[in-house]
Protein backbone atom coordinates (compact mmCIF):
# COMPACT_ATOMS: atom_id res chain seq x y z
CA UNK A 1 0.00 0.00 0.00
CA UNK A 2 1.66 3.35 -0.73
CA UNK A 3 1.73 6.04 1.89
CA UNK A 4 0.11 8.96 1.24
CA UNK A 5 2.24 12.24 1.28
CA UNK A 6 1.27 14.77 3.13
CA UNK A 7 1.27 18.74 1.93
CA UNK A 8 2.83 21.71 2.95
CA UNK A 9 -0.54 23.23 3.05
CA UNK A 10 -1.87 20.84 5.51
CA UNK A 11 1.15 21.77 7.66
CA UNK A 12 0.52 25.28 7.70
CA UNK A 13 -3.45 24.75 8.09
CA UNK A 14 -2.56 22.98 11.42
CA UNK A 15 0.08 25.31 12.70
CA UNK A 16 -2.82 28.02 12.35
CA UNK A 17 -5.10 25.90 13.84
CA UNK A 18 -2.63 25.68 16.88
CA UNK A 19 -1.72 29.20 16.95
CA UNK A 20 -5.71 30.84 16.59
CA UNK A 21 -6.38 27.59 19.37
CA UNK A 22 -3.54 28.91 21.67
CA UNK A 23 -4.45 32.47 21.35
CA UNK A 24 -7.96 31.55 22.54
CA UNK A 25 -6.39 29.76 25.49
CA UNK A 26 -4.11 32.20 26.42
CA UNK A 27 -7.20 34.82 26.77
CA UNK A 28 -9.39 31.99 28.88
CA UNK A 29 -6.70 31.77 30.42
CA UNK A 30 -6.20 35.39 31.19
CA UNK A 31 -9.91 35.89 32.27
CA UNK A 32 -9.50 32.92 34.47
CA UNK A 33 -6.28 33.45 36.37
CA UNK A 34 -6.43 37.47 36.57
CA UNK A 35 -10.03 38.93 36.03
CA UNK A 36 -11.73 36.18 37.69
CA UNK A 37 -8.97 36.17 40.42
CA UNK A 38 -9.98 39.07 43.39
CA UNK A 39 -7.42 40.45 45.79
CA UNK A 40 -8.12 38.40 48.60
CA UNK A 41 -7.87 35.05 46.86
CA UNK A 42 -4.75 36.31 45.48
CA UNK A 43 -3.22 36.96 48.69
CA UNK A 44 -4.37 33.78 50.93
CA UNK A 45 -4.59 31.05 47.75
CA UNK A 46 -0.59 31.10 49.14
CA UNK A 47 -1.68 30.26 52.65
CA UNK A 48 -4.69 28.16 52.16
CA UNK A 49 -5.03 24.70 49.54
CA UNK A 50 -8.28 25.13 49.66
CA UNK A 51 -8.51 28.57 48.43
CA UNK A 52 -5.75 27.62 45.94
CA UNK A 53 -8.01 24.56 44.85
CA UNK A 54 -11.22 26.80 44.73
CA UNK A 55 -9.09 29.60 42.20
CA UNK A 56 -7.84 26.71 40.56
CA UNK A 57 -11.43 25.41 39.99
CA UNK A 58 -12.62 28.50 38.52
CA UNK A 59 -9.77 28.64 35.70
CA UNK A 60 -10.34 24.88 35.19
CA UNK A 61 -14.17 26.23 34.11
CA UNK A 62 -12.90 28.58 32.21
CA UNK A 63 -10.47 26.46 30.30
CA UNK A 64 -12.82 24.19 29.69
CA UNK A 65 -14.84 27.12 28.12
CA UNK A 66 -12.11 27.82 25.91
CA UNK A 67 -11.71 23.60 24.98
CA UNK A 68 -15.48 23.59 23.92
CA UNK A 69 -14.71 26.37 21.90
CA UNK A 70 -11.87 25.12 20.02
CA UNK A 71 -13.62 21.56 19.27
CA UNK A 72 -16.76 23.72 18.16
CA UNK A 73 -14.90 25.38 15.66
CA UNK A 74 -12.74 22.31 14.50
CA UNK A 75 -9.28 24.19 15.40
CA UNK A 76 -7.87 20.47 16.01
CA UNK A 77 -5.21 20.01 13.97
CA UNK A 78 -6.75 16.64 12.76
CA UNK A 79 -10.17 17.96 12.48
CA UNK A 80 -11.91 19.75 9.39
CA UNK A 81 -15.15 20.87 10.95
CA UNK A 82 -16.44 21.53 14.42
CA UNK A 83 -17.31 19.25 17.35
CA UNK A 84 -21.18 18.34 16.93
CA UNK A 85 -23.25 18.09 20.27
CA UNK A 86 -22.77 14.75 21.82
CA UNK A 87 -19.26 13.77 20.07
CA UNK A 88 -17.15 14.77 22.72
CA UNK A 89 -15.99 11.50 24.75
CA UNK A 90 -16.84 12.15 28.38
CA UNK A 91 -13.82 10.26 29.79
CA UNK A 92 -11.74 12.48 27.71
CA UNK A 93 -13.13 15.84 29.64
CA UNK A 94 -12.76 14.10 32.53
CA UNK A 95 -9.08 13.62 32.20
CA UNK A 96 -8.60 17.37 30.76
CA UNK A 97 -10.48 18.37 33.84
CA UNK A 98 -8.13 16.89 36.16
CA UNK A 99 -4.92 17.67 34.47
CA UNK A 100 -5.64 21.11 34.41
CA UNK A 101 -7.47 21.45 37.52
CA UNK A 102 -3.99 19.67 39.75
CA UNK A 103 -1.43 21.21 37.57
CA UNK A 104 -3.28 24.61 38.06
CA UNK A 105 -3.27 24.10 41.73
CA UNK A 106 0.28 22.79 41.88
CA UNK A 107 1.72 25.77 39.72
CA UNK A 108 0.03 28.50 41.86
CA UNK A 109 1.13 26.46 45.05
CA UNK A 110 4.43 25.96 44.25
CA UNK A 111 4.79 29.24 43.11
CA UNK A 112 4.38 30.47 46.38
CA UNK A 113 6.69 28.08 48.23
CA UNK A 114 9.63 28.46 45.41
CA UNK A 115 10.17 32.09 46.17
CA UNK A 116 9.24 31.81 50.04
CA UNK A 117 12.08 29.28 51.41
CA UNK A 118 14.75 30.57 48.50
CA UNK A 119 14.12 34.14 50.07
CA UNK A 120 13.13 33.42 53.97
CA UNK A 121 10.61 36.32 54.36
CA UNK A 122 7.48 36.24 56.17
CA UNK A 123 4.34 34.68 53.53
CA UNK A 124 3.22 37.89 52.70
CA UNK A 125 5.73 40.17 52.01
CA UNK A 126 7.75 37.36 50.29
CA UNK A 127 4.38 37.11 48.10
CA UNK A 128 3.70 40.77 47.64
CA UNK A 129 7.60 41.32 46.54
CA UNK A 130 7.85 38.62 44.41
CA UNK A 131 10.04 38.12 41.36
CA UNK A 132 9.33 38.82 37.50
CA UNK A 133 11.32 35.78 36.85
CA UNK A 134 9.51 33.49 38.70
CA UNK A 135 6.24 35.04 37.26
CA UNK A 136 7.26 34.23 33.83
CA UNK A 137 8.43 30.17 35.02
CA UNK A 138 4.57 30.27 36.19
CA UNK A 139 2.55 31.59 32.92
CA UNK A 140 5.43 29.39 30.81
CA UNK A 141 4.49 26.23 33.35
CA UNK A 142 0.36 27.09 32.67
CA UNK A 143 1.13 27.37 28.53
CA UNK A 144 2.89 24.51 28.58
CA UNK A 145 -0.30 22.64 30.85
CA UNK A 146 -2.76 23.53 28.49
CA UNK A 147 -0.82 22.47 25.36
CA UNK A 148 -0.78 19.78 26.67
CA UNK A 149 -4.15 18.97 27.12
CA UNK A 150 -4.96 20.52 23.54
CA UNK A 151 -2.60 17.38 21.80
CA UNK A 152 -4.10 15.16 24.18
CA UNK A 153 -7.24 16.14 23.00
CA UNK A 154 -6.67 16.30 19.47
CA UNK A 155 -4.86 13.01 19.56
CA UNK A 156 -7.89 11.16 20.81
CA UNK A 157 -9.87 13.07 18.84
CA UNK A 158 -8.43 11.78 15.68
CA UNK A 159 -8.74 8.25 17.51
CA UNK A 160 -12.44 8.51 17.73
CA UNK A 161 -12.67 10.46 14.01
CA UNK A 162 -10.82 7.12 12.77
CA UNK A 163 -12.84 4.23 14.55
CA UNK A 164 -16.37 5.82 13.58
Known amino acids: MKK ?27 I ?7 KSIALYKVKSLL ?13 LVGFFAIARMGL ?3 TTQGIKDG ?6 L ?7 LISHTIID ?12 KDVLGS ?3 QSQVLLIVDQLLHIVSFIVCYVIIGCTLKKVKTLN
Open 109 to 120: YGKFYTYFFATH
Open 4 to 30: QKTSWRFYGQALGKFFTALSMLWCAHC
Open 87 to 92: EFPWPL
Open 127 to 129: FCE
Open 76 to 78: FWN
Open 94 to 100: LSVTLIL
Open 32 to 38: GDYSLQT
Open 51 to 63: ICIIHASVWTGIM
